[in-house]
């Protein structure tokens, strides 16, 4: 069997119309699961692509949306702390990993998507995005996700997938050759959505696993360097998704029940570190490291409170993931200098526009008016 049969779970015995049906299955999932990091912006060189008009292929896709981040655009605030465990202190200088260090924390939990007022579904790729407030000054924003591998390798094979994928206008589905095409000069991008499909779909926020994807460095205070790869892990039971939640009319619903989870309790995530070893990739996200890597438990988020996006909040920040503080630094991944000139690019355009309210409001606590 070929490996592209291998990926899309096709045999030899299916007729090509069905695998080229598998293979726009696939697709759709890496076009979901590239736009939870691909905000928009200047992933290339002027020459091959600007800023302006990847900015204006993603406002076709979803509509325009004044003001609204171009992707991960229905979203909701955060606010809470980071208490350190202490055990990061020997691989990182980061004042925040120091023993009874407590960091305040802001972000935002959001869907992946360019439109703001769509309903809540499911298997649609959630992030979560925090920005710890350290002394000095210093800040650490990152970006994270809840599925274990980045769909594509570099910016180039981004774009590639990007127009691959671009939906017929007389179907509305990418065309299937363009897709196999796609796939067969990048098999990592095959296997990386067939890990993507396969995820588990927990019920919500609170019980999900959110992780960095891209490799970064730890810089200890003696210059020590190590790999690492994060992820919050999250500190309630983790509980599947339901068919009676799937069925639900509230289009909200994956935020109310957040909010509705904050209110009754601190919702934590332990931020842990898998620390890379001589071999592992650094500089391709398509490709997990292996599970026996060493973790290390660096301290506990622990989100106390919700707030509505407004004027002042998590709204309004750019979560660029190379914001580091001294003893945290980026990795050769192509993809973290792409990222970062996406969100800017992103950035400036929403926040010289108009703003309306966002679709997910505060739930109102238990006997307050409406």
């Not at 991008?189 to 396969?198: C, N, P, Q």
Request: proline share 8%.
């Amino acid at each position: 069997m070929s490996l592209l049969n291998d990926l899309t779970g096709a045999s030899p015995a299916l007729n090509p119309r069905a695998v080229l049906l598998r293979l726009g299955a696939i697709g759709g999932l890496v076009v979901g699961a590239a736009g939870a990091f691909a905000y928009v912006g200047g992933w290339f060189s002027p020459g091959t692509l600007t800023q302006a008009r990847i900015v204006d292929r993603f406002e076709r896709v979803n509509g325009p949306h004044p003001g609204f981040r171009r992707n991960h655009a229905k979203g909701l605030c955060l606010v809470g702390r980071f208490e350190s465990t202490s055990r990061g202190e020997r691989l990182s200088k980061a004042s925040l990993f120091a023993a009874g260090q407590i960091t305040p924390v802001t972000g935002r939990i959001a869907l992946a998507g360019g439109q703001p007022y769509a309903a809540d579904a499911a298997t649609t790729v959630r992030s979560l995005a925090l920005r710890f407030q350290l002394p000095d000054g210093e800040e650490w924003r990152t970006g994270n996700n809840d599925i274990p591998v980045f769909p594509v390798r570099t910016p180039e094979a981004f774009y590639a997938q990007l127009l691959a994928a671009k939906p017929d206008p007389a179907t509305g589905k990418p065309d299937p050759e363009a897709l196999k095409a796609f796939f067969a000069a990048n098999p990592e991008s095959a296997t990386a959505a067939a890990l993507i499909k396969e995820r588990r779909i927990t019920s919500g926020f609170a019980d999900d696993t959110f992780r960095g994807l891209n490799a970064f460095q730890f810089v200890a205070g003696d210059g020590t360097e190590t790999p690492v790869r994060w992820a919050f892990v999250p500190g309630q039971a983790e509980t599947a998704e339901s068919a009676a939640q799937t069925a639900r009319a509230d289009k909200n619903y994956l935020f109310d029940e957040f909010e509705t989870a904050v209110r009754r309790a601190p919702v934590r995530w332990h931020l842990v570190a898998s620390l890379g070893e001589a071999g592992d990739p650094t500089a391709d996200a398509t490709r997990p490291w292996p599970a026996e890597r060493t973790s290390v438990d660096l301290g506990t988020v622990i989100v106390t409170a919700t707030e509505a996006e407004a004027d002042g909040n998590c709204r309004d920040v750019n979560f660029d993931p190379l914001v580091l503080p001294a003893g945290i630094a980026g990795s050769d991944d192509p993809l973290l200098s792409a990222r970062s000139a996406a969100y800017a690019q992103s950035f400036a355009r929403r926040a010289g526009e108009p703003k309306a309210p966002s679709a997910v409001h505060d739930v109102p606590a238990a006997g307050a008016g409406l």
